[in-house]
């Protein structure tokens, strides 16, 4: 056993964990970060990506000790329902999400994108959440909402 | 908010933001594996090793000796060890289906992964050491895993009375005058895969010992109805059991049987203790139920002119080791046998065979879907063979309104598939050039009819009930689970058009058995046809309360009311207007119910003639086309789908987001199934037990869709809305199947077309000498 | 299914690094953990200890190098493919690094282990072995170089002793025309089914100066097809040729047939992809 501390969507968190315990299991039964899915843990569906410093990232094939000293964003920690990140909001806007169970994973790829690519293409949000696994929507208005928000988030004052 | 597209609806046919969507993006939503509860213990399930094996005896001692291990059940602790599925009007040699399933495996499993054992304690590793340490001991018997092998008089029998479990067939005409008719035949035979569901969120759930003794499962289920099978299985009144499944993280047909309910429900009423059980993705592939995969013999013959005169088709579908909802599917694939196409004489035999392979049971296009691959792919070889236009061809066959299909059902509302065909030819566009050298380009075009809502002589009905809150606000109270299609969201815009709100003032409780009026099942396409129509009817009842009370608090007749922008007022004079709030409080004082409460009963019909098929058996059918273009890599087999538009009448869009949504994840699905997937069973043991073999479109396998919405408002649900869900599926497969065709002149006779069947095809038809 | 327990050890410096495994013969050293802890979760492996060397700045970091690269073995795939100097020094490499599983798992997959776990597709393995890679190992007695190729020994078998790590890839400067293509099954996450990397580089006149075909999923390890190279050096890239050497190279594939793929195709599927990659070099220049 050992205790870590990391940021959780920046906010300074200390938990005992076992070594072979993973990111994702830690999340899920410990922090009580259910907004983070299970899948199939073994980095096939994406459902469980987590930002780990500045990368997406799956948290099933990492291992809670891992992040020790570091910052782990959760799709919680995008934005608020209040004050939502502009690619929650298009996502709800154009109907990205059907069942929503690939949708955190989703949404911390994407978010990854645009802090790179802030101008990414309909092909580079593609690329994108190619490891994220939707059985619903046929990806289309994903990519239309990724899109838009790509555009507000370009528009909007620094 | 009074009409703004001018379309005679308020937000009908809007393009309204989900409610539920807010939840899932904040990572909100509570799934099935969401919920801790004090004490939980965690579940595992002991699954058989064998796919045919008789147990000589299980030992648990080991299993019950690790720490935290709190219940280690055989199917000898199980109080009735059965669950039933009933199949109607299967009378011939099989006799009324009594179709029944073991809970735990009791002496023989009869595939691989069989439950033989359940396991709860203190933690999950401890249960996982459990689950490993439960010695069962086999002895392996001879197993059969091809259907037409099972078929045999010396196939080792899965059941005493043989191995077939459904005959149907249908009688139409005079096959062999319609074939001395034809210039023309076509005969091939087709074969389709097995196919998981794939949903994302795997079988879970939670349960609890609720108040007054009640067992209670926060399950991941299409059917909350199930709560009656883990009564039966537990020996107690159908009360005691509560089934809450109101958001479900994908389902397609794959929770539909039960799951992990009666799992839960068993170690919940032994140890008293919470309990979680929720399936590994090995565990949600290997257990049931999949898709089934088909063998199809068809024969079509036509006229030189193009005139359809004569198919006979054989039918065989694999049930797997048991026969959950086969005999279903399998007379859904009879009713779609021929397609929407006008045919004189035809005949049709199907069977529905128990093997050692994995069960199979309901999928999105429930039986449908592996015939319009047959018949889809037939059709574009008779336009060949005629040297016709696919498009021409098809549309000098299509039934029409007032005509019959094979099995005699008369098409009683709008048929509108020459539109969708030439829709979906023309949204293609002017072809792409190959991408480089040995790429081919090509298209492909399939329509389909699929039925929506259950079959007419099952009696089916949904409830909703519905209330004006004291704030004025609105709740809607009905049992539909909601599987991700939009279903509470679009009760809500059912609601909200009736009474002229908002959507953000109305509430909904879906998919509680104890809470929520039964709505029925999330499947068969049925709930925006019947929750809707329930819905529709308990909120036309409260919007005749309101116009009355406001009638007369305005002493105004009752047919000058408006409800409009959450206010009621008189048409005649708009000065006084009353908020719903007020209107609740006058309700309550002229002692007015401010609810209702209303049952929606589907119109039903006889039981189908047996011995000719000839019969309604569905409420009504989805048309529709998808046209696609494919670019192929002539030398490895590689198929890339490059366009796909598709085109259905699916008579009113409550929500054409909701609606698109549909059809982009079918030709998805559909992209999976014609290319990519299929669960690929080697005597019985799959190969393919995760994600990494078993291989699911991703965003980079599916182009942009391009939808096209007809309204005919012909349809049976509100407004005359038909069901899209699963008819988005159907068409896909074999379109691409054409296209391929098309691009390389190959025809892939059995899905999914892999870059190796494609390469095996060509080679075979090279090496066959020229015709 | 939860992983099994194990001890788990992070390190600072491969000095540490090496020591550690070196005194742990159950030790395994872990980079990015897409492979092993699936191995771990699927109990192909169980290790007692796990040494992280996922923060070891001796492993970071791409560099160019007389001409050609330096990569080190901590480097993530997505570094890879974000890199400028892969792009123009070694683009069958940036190629493979695209197509290497998905997005997210690009960026935990390193290099170093994609080379240690020495799958017989290992995606960035087939455009190294045709770039005529060579790989460092660093371990407790210090480091040694040697080339790709005998760096391989079978499937997940390497020469990599108790102890090692791979510290770099090295990359001699890379003339001609370099060309990868994965057969997978799909676009995204794919799985060899028979990948081809080549590089070709020719004379003035347009004879064939040097040859590369490196071929993976189609033998018990990641190779070179030898007797298809010599047979293009010197020679002008006729058609002929090019089915000659493309025949040459199918057979000495050894493929097998599994859930992916029957040998008999992935034999064609040789043939064909190196005839293709070779038809791309263009006649007369480099």
Known sequence: MRTIEFALNGERTRVTVEPHETLLAVLRQRLAATEVKSGCERGDCGACAVMLDDKAINSCLTLAVQVEGKAVLTVRGLGAPEAPHPLQAAFVELGAAQCGICIPGMLVSLYALLREHPRATRREIREAIGGNLCRCTGYHKIVDAAEAAARRLAAAPR | MTDPSGSGFRVVGERLPRPDARDKVHGLLRYADDLALGGMLQAKVVRAIRPSARILGIDTSRARAVPGVKCVLTARNVPNNVLFSDVPGQTTTVGPLRARTQVLADDVVRYLGEAVALVAAETEEAAEEAARLVAVEYVDLPGVYDPEAAMQ???PPLEPTGNVISRWKIRKGDVEAGFREADVVIAETYRTGLIDHAFIEPEAGVGWLDDNGVVTLRVATQVIEHFRDVANVLGLPHSRVRIIAPYIGGGFGGKEDVTVEVFLGLLVWKTGRPVRLCYSREESILSPTKRHPFVMKYRHGARRDGTLVALQVELISDAGGYAYLSPLTLLYAMVHAAGPYRIPHVRVDGVSVLTNNPPTSAFRGFGSAQPAFAYESQMDALARALGMDPLAFREKNYLGKGERLASGQELETAVLLPETARRVWQALGPPSAPSGPGKRVGRGLASALTAYGRIVWLHDWSSAWIELQMDGT???????????GGQAASLIQIAAELLGVRQEEIAIHIGDSALTPLAGTTTATRQLYMSGSAVHKAASE?????VEQTAELLQVPPAAVELADGMAYARTNGERKISFKELAAA????????????????????????????????????????????EVDETTGEVQVQRVAACYDVGRAINRNSVEGQIEGGVAMGIGYALLEEDRVAAGITQTPNLMTYLIPTALDVPDVTSIILESGEGMGPWGARGIGEPALVPTAPAIANAVFDAIGVRVTRLPITPERLWRARQAQEAAPAR | MLLPRFEYRHATS????????????????????????????????????????????????????DGGLAIGGGVTVGELLASSLVFERAPALRQAAHDFADFLTRNRATLGGNLANASPGADLVIPLLALDARVVLAGPGGERGLSLDGFLRGPRQTALAAGELVRAVVLPVAGGRQFFYKLGLKRGGAIAVVSVATRVELEGDGRCRAAAIALGAVAPRPFRASEAEAALRGHVLTPDRIAHAADLAAAAARPISDVRGGDDYRRAMVRALVARALSLSPPGNG
């Open chain 2, 153 to 155: 008089p010396d196939a």
């Open chain 2, 474 to 484: 609105v709740l809607i109270r009905t049992g539909v689970p909601d599987i991700g």
């Open chain 2, 542 to 546: 409260l919007r005749a309360t309101l």
């Open chain 2, 587 to 630: 309700c309550a004082r002229a002692h007015r119910s401010r609810s209702a409460f209303a049952i929606y009963q589907a119109p039903a019909g006889q039981v189908m003639d047996f011995e000719t098929g000839q019969g309604k058996v569905f409420p009504d059918f989805t048309f529709g086309s998808q046209a696609v273009e494919v």
């Open chain 3, 14 to 65: 491969l000095v540490q690094a090496t020591t550690l495994l070196a005194e742990n013969p159950e030790a395994r050293p872990l980079a990015g953990g897409t492979d092993l802890l699936v191995d771990l979760r699927e109990r192909r492996q169980t290790p007692r200890v796990l040494v992280d060397i996922g923060a070891l700045p001796e492993l970071a970091g791409i560099t160019a190098a």
